[in-house]
């Protein structure tokens, strides 16, 4: 059964850093693209980051620059590492990942971005 738990969100300040992990199990992130999707609230949910393999892409341009997407191998993880965070940035997070035939979602972690 494949699980994909994300972690890391709270509440951070204008302007400030946090790093989102999603760990997986029954399904191996070295070699199965993986998504970072954002919604906030009353918006639809957009892509916001992909790795696959060595690849990584990063949208929209509002996060370009800002936000980059990694990967631990031995811990089965990928990162997003998100900076200079502004309160458009607040929304739920969710990690995605894809096998044969399947879609994969973790459960969401919320960040909020607020003085």
């Known amino acids: 059964q494949v699980q994909l738990v994300e972690s890391g969100g709270g509440l951070v300040r204008p302007g400030g850093s946090m790093r989102l992990s999603c760990t997986a199990s029954?399904?191996?992130?070295?070699?199965?693209?993986v998504d970072w999707y954002r919604q906030a609230p009353g918006k639809q949910r957009e892509l916001v980051a992909r790795?696959?393999?060595?690849?990584?892409?990063i949208w929209p341009n509002s996060v370009q620059g800002r936000f980059t997407i990694s990967r631990d191998n031995a811990k089965n993880t990928v990162y997003l590492q998100m900076n200079s965070l502004s309160v458009e940035d607040t929304a739920v997070y969710y990690c995605?990942?894809?096998?044969?035939?399947?879609?994969?979602w973790g459960q969401g972690t919320q960040v909020t971005v607020s003085s």
């Open positions: 029954g399904i191996s992130f070295s070699i199965s693209p």
């Open positions: 790795i696959i393999g060595d690849v990584t892409t």
């Open positions: 995605h990942s894809r096998g044969a035939d399947s879609d994969y």
